[in-house]
């Protein structure tokens, strides 16, 4: 259960002319705005809300097309609104003060200062509310469904808890089967690594499957990856692949554009390390899907700076981010994982062309140690994602979907 930000567009202004005008005077533009764009079990989504919802992504830099995204997720909101009511869940005031307030914190801004950044982007209050009013109250549907069919050991709140305060900086040997999730077709995807996640036992029948079905460049060698520390990985999938037995492999994690599965083939300490956390910095940049042209890009820019001199001035083909690890996106923070500082990685696309990625720096942080309340929490939702996921299915197949 997670978050992130977006862009939209100039909304507040046209409902204050609305507003202001006779009914006889509203622009057809206006009426346009608001009629439906569709309808989920009778309830209707308009085109206001795709717009605004499209702008709030392009704020968080969400990939893919986002007036699709835009759209899928306000279905999905509708259906986890739809499921609250039924089982009589709301959201309080507070909660969602609390939910606005952290979401915020996330770009180290008070509730106040992101609704201001929000408003810049021509984006109104009530699209962020919304957003989080949604995601909170299906967290307590989820809860409400199947907490008490989620069993917690001692034994799961300890290895937690090792991990998360980093006493022992612990390094995985892991391997990975990456299915591509085109637009349209997540739903496949989701269910054959589904399949495999239940039918799949052992290296070699990892091996041999991630050669058949995945897309990462790790494909002909079975899938296997190089040591990685743990503080590389972002906490859910990290603790995702620590949960695992040696040779086990991992339930569907669901990243952008993909999904992938884990086999964990080993566990090491390093017993003098400290307890950290990890922010990383990176430059991405869009370029042509063109072999000898990557290998020009990799042979001539040695560091970031270079890579985003490649770019020509051309803003909208680099960017350059730093985050916390658990704010960056899943598919982007796989691929750093891999890498050294000033090493790229080609794995990713968006539109016919490669995303490279090259990782500028990690930073250690200190973190304060979490309480054993807080680690089984965290377990708990763990557990509670893939079943949420299924469940939202269940309600996404039972639907009625309808244009006006």
Same mark, same amino acid.
């Given at each position: 259960?997670?978050?992130?930000?977006?862009?939209?567009?100039?909304?507040?202004?046209?409902?204050?002319?609305?507003?202001?005008?006779?009914?006889?005077?509203?622009?057809?533009?206006?009426?346009?705005?608001?009629?439906?764009?569709?309808?989920?079990?009778?309830?209707?989504?308009?085109?206001?809300?795709?717009?605004?919802?499209?702008?709030?992504?392009?704020?968080?830099?969400?990939?893919?097309?986002?007036?699709?995204?835009?759209?899928?997720?306000?279905?999905?909101?509708?259906?986890?609104?739809?499921?609250?009511?039924?089982?009589?869940?709301?959201?309080?005031?507070?909660?969602?003060?609390?939910?606005?307030?952290? =979401?915020?914190?996330?770009?180290?801004?008070?509730?106040?200062?992101?609704?201001?950044?929000?408003?810049?982007?021509?984006?109104?209050?009530?699209?962020?509310?919304?957003?989080?009013?949604?995601?909170?109250?299906?967290?307590?549907?989820?809860?409400?469904?199947?907490?008490?069919?989620?069993?917690?050991?001692?034994?799961?709140?300890?290895?937690? !808890?090792?991990?998360?305060?980093?006493?022992?900086?612990?390094?995985?040997?892991?391997?990975?089967?990456?299915?591509?999730?085109?637009?349209?077709?997540?739903?496949?995807?989701?269910?054959?690594?589904?399949?495999?996640?239940?039918?799949?036992?052992?290296?070699?029948?990892?091996?041999?499957?991630?050669?058949?079905?995945?897309?990462?460049?790790?494909?002909?060698?079975?899938?296997? !990856?190089?040591?990685?520390?743990?503080?590389?990985?972002?906490?859910?999938?990290?603790?995702?692949?620590?949960?695992?037995?040696?040779?086990?492999?991992?339930?569907?994690?669901?990243?952008?554009?993909?999904?992938?599965? =884990?086999?964990?083939?080993?566990?090491?300490?390093?017993?003098?390390?400290?307890?950290?956390?990890?922010?990383?910095?990176?430059?991405?940049?869009?370029?042509?899907?063109?072999?000898?042209?990557?290998?020009?890009?990799?042979?001539?820019?040695?560091?970031?700076?270079?890579?985003?001199?490649?770019?020509?001035?051309?803003?909208?083909?680099?960017?350059?981010?730093?985050?916390?690890?658990?704010?960056?996106?899943?598919?982007?923070?796989?691929?750093?994982?891999?890498?050294?500082?000033?090493?790229?990685?080609?794995?990713?696309?968006?539109?016919?062309?490669?995303?490279?990625?090259?990782?500028?720096?990690?930073?250690?942080?200190?973190?304060?140690?979490?309480?054993?309340?807080?680690?089984?929490?965290?377990?708990?939702?763990?557990? !509670?994602?893939?079943?949420?996921?299924?469940?939202?299915?269940?309600?996404?197949?039972?639907?009625?979907?309808?244009?006006?």
């Amino acid at each position: 259960m997670r978050f992130s930000v977006l862009k939209r567009q100039a909304a507040a202004v046209a409902i204050g002319c609305v507003l202001a005008a006779p009914v006889t005077m509203v622009p057809a533009l206006a009426q346009d705005l608001f009629a439906p764009r569709l309808y989920v079990n009778d309830r209707a989504i308009t085109e206001y809300e795709v717009q605004q919802r499209a702008l709030f992504l392009r704020l968080l830099r969400a990939p893919g097309n986002l007036e699709d995204e835009a759209l899928k997720g306000l279905v999905e909101d509708r259906l986890r609104q739809t499921e609250a009511e039924r089982l009589g869940i709301k959201v309080t005031e507070k909660d969602l003060a609390d939910g606005m307030a952290e =979401f915020a914190s996330r770009a180290n801004l008070t509730t106040e200062q992101f609704l201001g950044e929000l408003s810049k982007a021509d984006v109104a209050s009530e699209t962020f509310r919304d957003f989080v009013s949604a995601g909170l109250s299906w967290r307590q549907v989820v809860r409400a469904r199947f907490l008490g069919q989620v069993p917690i050991s001692e034994a799961e709140v300890d290895r937690a !808890l090792e991990a998360s305060t980093r006493p022992k900086a612990l390094q995985v040997l892991a391997s990975e089967l990456v299915i591509p999730a085109e637009p349209g077709k997540e739903e496949e995807a989701l269910a054959l690594a589904q399949d495999l996640s239940d039918s799949l036992s052992g290296e070699a029948a990892f091996a041999s499957a991630a050669q058949k079905y995945s897309a990462a460049p790790t494909a002909g060698s079975g899938g296997r !990856l190089d040591w990685l520390p743990l503080s590389n990985l972002p906490g859910a999938i990290g603790q995702k692949i620590l949960a695992l037995d040696t040779g086990e492999v991992s339930d569907p994690v669901t990243v952008p554009g993909a999904v992938v599965l =884990f086999l964990l083939r080993d566990v090491a300490e390093d017993k003098s390390a400290e307890p950290i956390s990890v922010s990383v910095e990176w430059v991405e940049l869009l370029t042509p899907d063109d072999a000898a042209e990557i290998a020009r890009i990799r042979a001539e820019a040695d560091d970031c700076d270079m890579l985003q001199a490649e770019a020509g001035g051309q803003t909208d083909r680099v960017t350059l981010t730093k985050a916390a690890l658990g704010d960056v996106p899943g598919d982007v923070a796989l691929e750093l994982a891999k890498l050294d500082p000033n090493e790229t990685s080609v794995a990713l696309t968006r539109g016919g062309q490669r995303r490279m990625l090259m990782l500028c720096g990690r930073e250690a942080v200190l973190d304060p140690v979490p309480t054993r309340d807080q680690v089984r929490e965290q377990v708990i939702n763990q557990k !509670l994602e893939g079943l949420a996921e299924s469940y939202l299915e269940e309600l996404r197949s039972a639907a009625i979907l309808r244009e006006p």
